[in-house]
Protein backbone atom coordinates (compact mmCIF):
# COMPACT_ATOMS: atom_id res chain seq x y z
CA UNK A 1 0.00 0.00 0.00
CA UNK A 2 1.42 3.14 -0.64
CA UNK A 3 1.86 5.93 1.72
CA UNK A 4 1.35 9.75 1.83
CA UNK A 5 5.43 10.66 1.16
CA UNK A 6 5.42 8.80 -2.04
CA UNK A 7 2.21 10.97 -3.11
CA UNK A 8 2.70 13.73 -5.27
CA UNK A 9 0.69 17.05 -4.29
CA UNK A 10 -1.45 16.39 -7.59
CA UNK A 11 -2.06 12.72 -7.06
CA UNK A 12 -3.33 13.59 -3.36
CA UNK A 13 -5.47 16.33 -4.81
CA UNK A 14 -6.76 14.01 -7.40
CA UNK A 15 -7.76 11.28 -4.80
CA UNK A 16 -9.19 14.16 -2.39
CA UNK A 17 -11.72 15.11 -5.62
CA UNK A 18 -13.37 11.16 -5.68
CA UNK A 19 -13.26 11.30 -2.24
CA UNK A 20 -16.46 13.57 -2.57
CA UNK A 21 -17.68 11.65 -5.85
CA UNK A 22 -18.67 7.97 -7.06
CA UNK A 23 -16.35 9.24 -10.09
CA UNK A 24 -15.00 12.10 -12.18
CA UNK A 25 -14.47 13.25 -15.39
CA UNK A 26 -10.95 13.86 -16.21
CA UNK A 27 -11.60 17.25 -16.91
CA UNK A 28 -13.16 17.39 -13.11
CA UNK A 29 -10.21 15.78 -11.86
CA UNK A 30 -7.66 18.51 -12.79
CA UNK A 31 -8.23 21.38 -10.10
CA UNK A 32 -4.85 22.54 -10.76
CA UNK A 33 -5.48 23.48 -13.93
CA UNK A 34 -2.36 21.48 -15.73
CA UNK A 35 -1.45 20.91 -18.88
CA UNK A 36 -3.04 17.65 -20.39
CA UNK A 37 0.67 16.05 -20.51
CA UNK A 38 1.57 16.49 -17.19
CA UNK A 39 -1.77 16.06 -15.42
CA UNK A 40 -1.96 12.49 -17.79
CA UNK A 41 1.37 11.57 -15.53
CA UNK A 42 -0.30 11.57 -12.38
CA UNK A 43 -3.44 9.66 -13.46
CA UNK A 44 -1.16 7.24 -14.43
CA UNK A 45 0.63 6.99 -11.44
CA UNK A 46 -2.67 6.62 -9.30
CA UNK A 47 -3.83 3.62 -12.09
CA UNK A 48 -0.28 2.14 -11.64
CA UNK A 49 -0.55 2.11 -7.78
CA UNK A 50 -4.21 0.92 -8.21
CA UNK A 51 -6.13 3.84 -6.28
CA UNK A 52 -7.91 4.72 -8.65
CA UNK A 53 -10.00 2.88 -11.67
CA UNK A 54 -11.16 3.81 -15.10
CA UNK A 55 -14.53 3.36 -15.93
CA UNK A 56 -16.71 2.31 -18.68
CA UNK A 57 -18.32 5.50 -19.45
CA UNK A 58 -14.27 7.21 -19.59
CA UNK A 59 -14.32 8.65 -15.98
CA UNK A 60 -12.44 7.35 -12.88
CA UNK A 61 -13.20 6.13 -9.39
CA UNK A 62 -11.57 5.17 -6.35
CA UNK A 63 -10.47 1.69 -6.17
CA UNK A 64 -11.04 -0.80 -3.14
CA UNK A 65 -7.66 -0.12 -1.99
CA UNK A 66 -8.19 3.52 -3.01
CA UNK A 67 -11.02 3.81 -0.61
CA UNK A 68 -9.42 2.43 2.04
CA UNK A 69 -6.43 4.40 1.41
CA UNK A 70 -8.33 8.00 1.49
CA UNK A 71 -10.38 7.05 4.19
CA UNK A 72 -7.18 7.81 6.32
CA UNK A 73 -6.47 10.88 5.14
CA UNK A 74 -6.89 14.36 7.50
CA UNK A 75 -8.91 16.17 5.28
CA UNK A 76 -8.87 19.37 7.78
CA UNK A 77 -5.68 20.53 6.54
CA UNK A 78 -4.50 21.98 3.51
CA UNK A 79 -1.94 19.66 2.40
CA UNK A 80 -3.76 15.77 2.85
CA UNK A 81 -1.65 13.35 4.99
CA UNK A 82 -2.28 10.04 6.55
CA UNK A 83 -3.55 10.73 10.09
CA UNK A 84 -1.70 8.70 12.55
CA UNK A 85 -3.72 6.59 14.57
CA UNK A 86 -3.45 4.23 17.69
CA UNK A 87 -2.11 0.98 16.97
CA UNK A 88 -4.20 -1.98 17.77
CA UNK A 89 -3.17 -5.17 19.97
CA UNK A 90 -3.28 -8.04 22.20
CA UNK A 91 -1.93 -8.28 25.83
CA UNK A 92 -1.89 -12.03 27.31
CA UNK A 93 -1.76 -13.04 30.80
CA UNK A 94 -1.61 -16.55 31.55
CA UNK A 95 -2.02 -17.66 35.12
CA UNK A 96 -1.59 -20.81 36.47
CA UNK A 97 -1.90 -22.57 40.20
CA UNK A 98 -4.81 -21.86 42.95
CA UNK A 99 -5.74 -19.09 44.51
CA UNK A 100 -3.13 -17.57 47.31
CA UNK A 101 -0.28 -19.03 44.76
CA UNK A 102 -1.16 -17.86 41.56
CA UNK A 103 2.11 -17.39 39.00
CA UNK A 104 2.03 -15.04 36.14
CA UNK A 105 3.66 -15.13 32.81
CA UNK A 106 5.97 -12.39 32.43
CA UNK A 107 7.95 -11.89 29.17
CA UNK A 108 11.46 -9.86 29.17
CA UNK A 109 11.73 -7.19 26.12
CA UNK A 110 14.77 -8.25 24.23
CA UNK A 111 14.13 -6.04 21.50
CA UNK A 112 13.92 -2.28 21.13
CA UNK A 113 12.18 -0.13 22.17
CA UNK A 114 11.83 -0.98 25.71
CA UNK A 115 14.80 -3.19 25.67
CA UNK A 116 15.20 -5.44 28.31
CA UNK A 117 11.77 -4.16 29.79
CA UNK A 118 9.20 -6.44 31.88
CA UNK A 119 5.66 -7.26 31.02
CA UNK A 120 3.13 -9.13 29.64
CA UNK A 121 2.91 -11.29 25.88
CA UNK A 122 1.56 -8.62 23.19
CA UNK A 123 1.37 -8.60 19.77
CA UNK A 124 -0.52 -6.67 16.69
CA UNK A 125 -4.08 -7.17 15.41
CA UNK A 126 -3.24 -8.29 11.85
CA UNK A 127 -5.51 -7.09 9.12
CA UNK A 128 -8.97 -9.19 9.08
CA UNK A 129 -8.19 -11.47 12.42
CA UNK A 130 -10.14 -11.05 15.35
CA UNK A 131 -8.93 -9.79 18.51
CA UNK A 132 -9.19 -13.63 19.92
CA UNK A 133 -7.14 -15.26 17.40
CA UNK A 134 -4.64 -12.72 17.77
CA UNK A 135 -4.08 -13.36 20.51
CA UNK A 136 -3.78 -17.19 20.45
CA UNK A 137 -1.50 -16.66 17.44
CA UNK A 138 1.12 -14.67 19.28
CA UNK A 139 0.72 -16.82 22.74
CA UNK A 140 1.96 -19.48 20.61
CA UNK A 141 4.59 -17.59 18.64
CA UNK A 142 6.00 -16.07 21.38
CA UNK A 143 5.60 -19.03 24.11
CA UNK A 144 4.73 -22.39 22.57
CA UNK A 145 1.72 -22.24 25.12
CA UNK A 146 -2.14 -22.78 24.36
CA UNK A 147 -4.50 -22.02 26.64
CA UNK A 148 -8.09 -20.89 27.41
CA UNK A 149 -8.83 -17.07 26.76
CA UNK A 150 -10.87 -14.45 28.09
CA UNK A 151 -11.37 -11.02 27.11
CA UNK A 152 -11.40 -9.34 30.34
CA UNK A 153 -10.34 -5.47 29.68
CA UNK A 154 -9.17 -2.69 27.47
CA UNK A 155 -5.68 -0.68 27.99
CA UNK A 156 -5.69 2.36 26.05
CA UNK A 157 -1.74 3.28 26.96
CA UNK A 158 0.15 6.62 25.81
CA UNK A 159 3.92 6.80 26.34
CA UNK A 160 5.52 9.84 26.99
CA UNK A 161 9.46 10.76 26.25
CA UNK A 162 10.42 13.24 29.52
CA UNK A 163 10.25 16.33 27.13
CA UNK A 164 6.42 15.47 26.07
CA UNK A 165 6.95 14.12 22.65
CA UNK A 166 4.25 11.29 22.47
CA UNK A 167 6.27 8.03 21.50
CA UNK A 168 3.60 4.94 21.36
CA UNK A 169 -0.22 5.28 21.66
CA UNK A 170 -2.06 1.74 21.53
CA UNK A 171 -4.64 -0.20 22.69
CA UNK A 172 -4.41 -3.28 24.14
CA UNK A 173 -7.24 -5.96 24.08
CA UNK A 174 -6.39 -7.79 27.95
CA UNK A 175 -6.71 -11.69 27.52
CA UNK A 176 -6.64 -13.49 30.45
CA UNK A 177 -4.92 -17.60 29.52
CA UNK A 178 -6.16 -20.47 32.23
CA UNK A 179 -5.34 -23.97 31.23
CA UNK A 180 -2.35 -23.24 29.95
CA UNK A 181 -0.81 -26.50 27.53
CA UNK A 182 2.55 -27.02 26.11
CA UNK A 183 6.18 -26.61 26.79
CA UNK A 184 6.88 -23.00 28.01
CA UNK A 185 9.85 -21.51 25.29
CA UNK A 186 11.88 -19.97 28.03
CA UNK A 187 13.89 -18.22 25.10
CA UNK A 188 13.55 -16.96 21.54
CA UNK A 189 14.72 -13.85 19.13
CA UNK A 190 13.05 -10.59 20.88
CA UNK A 191 12.13 -12.11 24.59
CA UNK A 192 12.47 -14.20 27.83
CA UNK A 193 9.30 -15.96 29.40
CA UNK A 194 9.21 -16.97 33.12
CA UNK A 195 6.15 -17.28 35.78
CA UNK A 196 6.52 -14.81 38.61
CA UNK A 197 4.44 -14.93 41.67
CA UNK A 198 2.72 -11.20 42.05
CA UNK A 199 5.46 -10.17 44.61
CA UNK A 200 8.40 -11.58 42.65
CA UNK A 201 7.09 -9.50 39.23
CA UNK A 202 7.16 -6.53 41.81
CA UNK A 203 10.31 -7.18 42.88
CA UNK A 204 11.92 -7.26 39.07
CA UNK A 205 13.77 -4.08 37.68
CA UNK A 206 12.35 -1.96 34.80
CA UNK A 207 8.49 -3.37 35.10
CA UNK A 208 6.49 -1.60 32.50
CA UNK A 209 4.05 1.54 34.43
CA UNK A 210 0.66 -0.81 33.87
CA UNK A 211 1.71 -4.08 34.66
CA UNK A 212 0.32 -3.76 38.37
CA UNK A 213 -3.03 -2.31 36.78
CA UNK A 214 -3.46 -4.89 34.56
CA UNK A 215 -2.98 -7.58 37.44
CA UNK A 216 -5.78 -5.63 39.24
CA UNK A 217 -8.02 -6.09 36.34
CA UNK A 218 -6.87 -9.23 35.64
CA UNK A 219 -7.97 -10.54 39.55
CA UNK A 220 -11.13 -8.73 39.65
CA UNK A 221 -13.14 -11.27 37.67
CA UNK A 222 -15.31 -7.83 36.03
CA UNK A 223 -14.56 -6.11 32.72
CA UNK A 224 -12.10 -3.09 32.98
CA UNK A 225 -10.76 -0.33 31.05
CA UNK A 226 -7.67 1.61 31.86
CA UNK A 227 -6.62 4.75 30.06
CA UNK A 228 -3.13 5.89 31.03
CA UNK A 229 -0.09 8.53 29.94
CA UNK A 230 3.23 7.23 31.34
CA UNK A 231 6.03 9.44 31.08
CA UNK A 232 9.16 6.90 30.35
CA UNK A 233 13.16 8.14 30.65
CA UNK A 234 14.23 4.62 28.48
CA UNK A 235 12.62 4.08 25.00
Same mark, same amino acid.
Given at each position: ???????????????????????A?????????????????H????????????? %?E????????????????????K?????????I???????????????????????????????????K???????? %???????K???? #?????? #??G??? +????????? #??E?????????????? +????Q??????????????????????D??????????????F??R???????
Amino acid at each position: MSTAKELHPIQASILRVLMYKPKARFSDLNVEGLSSDHFTFHVKKLLEMELIEKT %DESSYCLTRSGKEFTNRFDTDVKQIVLERQAKIGVSIICTRGEEGKTEYLIQQRLKQPYYGFYGFVTGKVRWGESVH %DTAARELKEETG #LSATLQ #LVGIEH +KMDYSEEGE #LLEDKYFFIFRGTTANG +KLVEQFEGGRNAWYSRSEVGKLPEVFGDVEEILDVIMKGEFGFIERKFTVSKY
